[in-house]
């Protein structure tokens, strides 16, 4: 690309030098002072400073142009496409609504044979494992409007429904297991029952901006995915409290009448023995009845197994064409320091002459 300069600086320039000019040609002195001599024979004419005095002169005004060029800062601007680059894709208009319902009470501190995990010899914590394999879930659906509720006692909306999973990982790698007894409990129907009221709430203000026809997210489908290690059991501080102590089948009823599917992924091996029958039963009938399912992962690799079955049921499509093959870059050169310095190094020459070998006395 050509050399090119800031317009708008040569413009305060021209505007500055212009005044500059003024001001000298206003208070101009009519006349030069001098001194008369008799006889000029002692004056010696051919002296080498006499032919140098001019330069401290000339430096101070190459000085001033060196700065006023500076000033206008000439540049070269290259632009060229970065092959390393990623192509950016579309903003997803429509797609999924998913929350992520994250058991963290206390017992998803306990950890698990370290014969069910990655490597052998070593042992993980079931908070762990959710968080790793709920990250790999995020990231295969990058169109989808994906949420996070963390629950113990009482839920808590760590993000709404959002396209910006990356922050959804942070949020999902800072979470903690409860290790306060008053904040422990598994508050599961509260949990389910507060997330489908977000859904519903968050699907009516879209149709609301599509009316008023304004750009809004089109949730196609809604689910919800519970991640736990046990069943129904809320914090006895809670009982009488029909909010937070609410029944499971009452709390699915409504998912499944707002058109939710809810996946439920136990994830303690215990679950899965003759003495839970009774309760994997009932759960298992309820997620059925809303199109979802019961799922139970006692290993890394059944856990996957899960999440890649709900990734496979849940589809939804992807943007393919993107805005740009790849991003431009754009690499600015200025010439404005190397300006400076030549003007610094003539003011101080300049500077240093007057001083030195060319000083004048009076």
Partial sequence: MPLTIDYLALVILGIFLFMAYWLQQKWQTPYLPSLAFSDLE?????????????????LYQLTLFFWCIA?????????KNDPLAQ???PIPTEGIAIYLIVDQSSSMNEKISSNSFFERGRSFTKID???????????????????LVAFARVPKILSPLTLDHELLINQLNDLKAINSMEEDGTAMGYAIYKTAHLIVATKHFAQELQKKGKPAYEIKNAIMVVLTDGFQDPNRLDYGNRLRTIELDEAIAYAKNAGIHLYIINVDPKFSSPQFAPHRRQIETLAE?????????????????????????????????????????????????????????CLFLAIFLESTWLRKFP
């Fill in 42 to 58: 002692s004056i010696d004419r051919s002296s080498k400073r006499r032919h140098f005095s001019h330069l401290p002169y000339r």
């Fill in 71 to 79: 000033f206008i800062d000439p540049h070269f601007l290259f632009i």
């Fill in 87 to 89: 192509p950016s894709l």
């Fill in 129 to 147: 494992l959710l968080k790793v394999m709920a990250g790999q879930f995020i990231l295969h659906r990058p169109s989808d409007l994906i949420g």
């Fill in 289 to 345: 009845s809303t199109g979802g399912q019961l799922y139970l992962a006692n290993q890394e690799k059944d856990l996957k197994r899960v999440f890649d079955t709900i990734d496979r049921l849940e589809k939804s499509s992807l943007p393919l064409d993107s805005f740009s093959s790849s991003p431009v870059i754009k690499h600015r050169v200025s010439f404005y320091p190397y300006f400076i310095a030549a003007g610094l190094s």
